[in-house]
């Protein structure tokens, strides 16, 4: 080859090369583009369309509800479901911990599997049959829903690489039916229904985040370092006043007791004196929020915040405090009254019991329970006064804690009384109250005078530690300290002088306590024959009050009247006393009021 033939073959080799180059050269600077510079842009676009991407729920952990001391009574923990790729389902090659190598089969695997989930293993292998035969293609075919940690963990230990596990979070209460109608519960896809759950739901709400990523290659694997994260936040903690050990006890005790009297049901109620907070709030038929569908729909809330009723002789006490606070009686202050009675006005009342004509005290008339005599005190005050006074000690004032589904009961207006009401009310009929009214108006006697608002919820902490205290209003001074007092000893008089004075007796101290039997209205105008809502209130030591207790019973049977809850309260004060190591005092009131003049 001559010179001039070699020059020009070197040129275009040169040429060639130059342009390989210069293509690769612009290669190299589109993929740099692409990867590095306008990577984040790329990836974000993937995001936005679904295309080559994915993305997984990251689930956050609703908030815990504890008692006063701590005791967790709700919880959230993980479940998994189970699902399977009937694609890649076949025999395993294995090596055992000797080095032997083995084959597993897919009906081994299926059996193992089985074991776990408590299924057949022809169950199983009949899902991935069905699964192949009615779409071929498909890589995924559900076994199970929400299997626990363990089983989870035991189904990993198998080390299947065709089983995939799908987590979320799943409610659980540990002391199953413990305070189980206060706590609430959820629905099957998280919503907080009833209770506590419902109630501080803004509280215990827990945000759940995401994380996406890149797929890459025809398996659609993961890229590293593609992620992209929204963490999730758990929900905040919610704490109650309750005593969960306390209440365990006045669960079981109010289900015996509730039982015994053979009634539709029963509560127990118990609060601090000082302080309004509810220690214990137990019913029975009660609820185990892990299994609500196991609980007749009735009693599926709580009995406690949820019923009305006429509140009847436990309210009689209430007529003697607004008397001695107006001045126009006090504990000695008498009256005449007959076991029956007919009104100028036309009201017929009668007593419990029959009896000649009485020189009742006012004291008196409390510790015997005298409708007749009460009317005859009440009128000692005109209809619009007792009706202030009524709803000063909460009767008609709206719910008392703001619990899911509380009752408010009613009052009606004075001017609407007819005959029979301007009486009825001095004895605690005509109107409707709630557990937690009736309590309070306890509570604020014992309280020399002073209503301290009911709580049940203590505090919600958040997720990142603040401690917000629960709102709670202002106490609030009702009656005066030297009424106060002088009611507080006729119901200590009550407690030791009245009619299941025996049957209250707490070895050590003195009880404060007065009964009340409410008609049940039958739904048509009338009232159910024989058939009674039956309660009784008392605080102790009787002398120092500490705590409230309160004992309903709706229609109890063997004891048709409200000697019914006498036994639960003294099994419900004995307890309370001794849980919160009360020290003992005097056991009979320190003046012994006379009952007659």
């Known amino acids: 080859m001559n010179p001039i033939a070699k020059r020009s073959s070197r040129r275009r080799t040169m040429i060639a090369a130059s342009a390989v180059l210069i293509v690769l050269s612009g290669f190299v600077v589109r993929l740099v583009d692409i990867q590095v510079v306008h990577a984040e842009e790329h990836v974000a676009d993937s995001i936005s369309t679904g295309n080559m991407t994915g993305s997984e729920t990251l689930y956050g952990a609703r908030g815990p509800i504890v008692d006063a001391e701590g005791v967790v009574m709700a919880s959230t923990t993980m479940r998994y479901d189970v699902a399977i790729d009937p694609t890649l389902v076949g025999d395993i090659e294995r090596t055992a911990d000797d080095g032997t190598e083995y084959v597993q089969t897919w009906d081994e695997q299926a059996s193992l599997i089985a074991q776990i989930l408590g299924m057949d293993a022809a169950e199983i292998m009949q899902i991935v049959a069905n699964k192949r035969a009615n779409e071929p293609e498909s890589q995924w075919a559900q076994l199970a829903q929400s299997v626990s940690t363990a089983q989870y963990q035991a189904l990993r230990d198998l080390e299947v690489p065709y089983l995939t596990y799908t987590s979320q979070p799943s409610r659980a209460y540990p002391n199953g039916a413990v305070a189980g109608n206060l706590i609430g519960f959820e629905s099957s896809d998280g919503e907080a229904l009833a209770g506590i759950e419902r109630i501080e739901d803004s509280c215990l709400e827990a945000k759940d985040g995401k994380e996406t990523f890149v797929r890459g290659g025809a398996n659609g694997i993961r890229i590293p370092g593609s992620e992209k994260v929204t963490p999730a936040v758990d929900g905040g903690e919610v704490q109650l006043t309750i005593d969960s050990d306390l209440q365990w006890y006045m669960e079981q005790m109010i289900a015996e007791e509730t039982q015994n009297q053979r009634a539709v049901a029963g ?87 029959p009896h000649g004509q009485y020189t009742y005290t006012l004291a008196g008339a409390l510790i015997d329970s005298s409708n007749v005599a009460l009317s005859k005190f009440g009128e000692l005050l005109p209809d619009e006064k007792r009706y ?146 039956t309660s009784i209130v008392g605080f102790a030591p009787a002398d120092d009050p500490q705590y409230v207790v309160m004992i309903t019973l709706d229609e109890p049977k063997r004891v048709t009247s409200s000697a019914a809850t006498a036994p639960a309260l003294q099994k419900a004060m004995n307890h309370v006393m001794k849980e919160y190591r009360v020290m003992p005092g005097p056991t009979e009131p320190e003046t012994l009021l006379p009952k007659f003049k």
């Open 388 to 533: 202030e006074w009524l709803k000063r000690f909460g009767i008609g004032g709206g719910p008392v804690v703001g619990f899911y589904g509380e009752e408010s009961g009613w009052i009606r207006s004075p001017d609407t009384w007819d005959n029979q009401t301007h009486y009825a009310t001095t004895f605690g009929q005509g109107f409707t109250a709630t557990v937690p009214q009736v309590i309070s108006a306890y509570q604020t006697i014992a309280n020399g005078g002073v209503k301290v608002p009911l709580s049940l919820i203590a505090s919600c902490t958040t997720p990142d530690g603040e401690v917000r205290e629960a709102e709670k209003g202002e106490p609030e001074r009702i009656i005066s300290e030297d009424t106060a007092e002088q009611v507080r000893l006729m119901l200590e008089n009550v407690g030791f002088q009245g009619p299941v004075a025996e049957q209250i007796k707490v070895p050590g101290y003195s009880i404060a306590a007065k009964t009340g039997t409410a008609q049940k209205t039958n739904g048509n105008g009338g009232y159910k024959a024989g058939l009674y809502f």
């Open 267 to 353: 509560t127990v109620t118990v609060v601090d004196v000082h302080t309004g907070e509810i220690r214990a709030a137990a019913q029975y038929p009660s609820m185990d929020p892990n299994d609500v569908a196991a609980t007749d729909p009735d009693y599926r809330g709580s009995l406690i915040f949820g019923t009305v009723f006429e509140p009847g002789s436990t309210f009689k006490p209430i007529t003697a405090s607004m008397l001695l606070e107006e001045g126009v009686a006090t504990p000695m202050t008498t009256t005449t009254a007959r076991g029956f009675e007919e009104f100028p006005n036309g009201a017929r009342i009668g007593d419990s019991f």
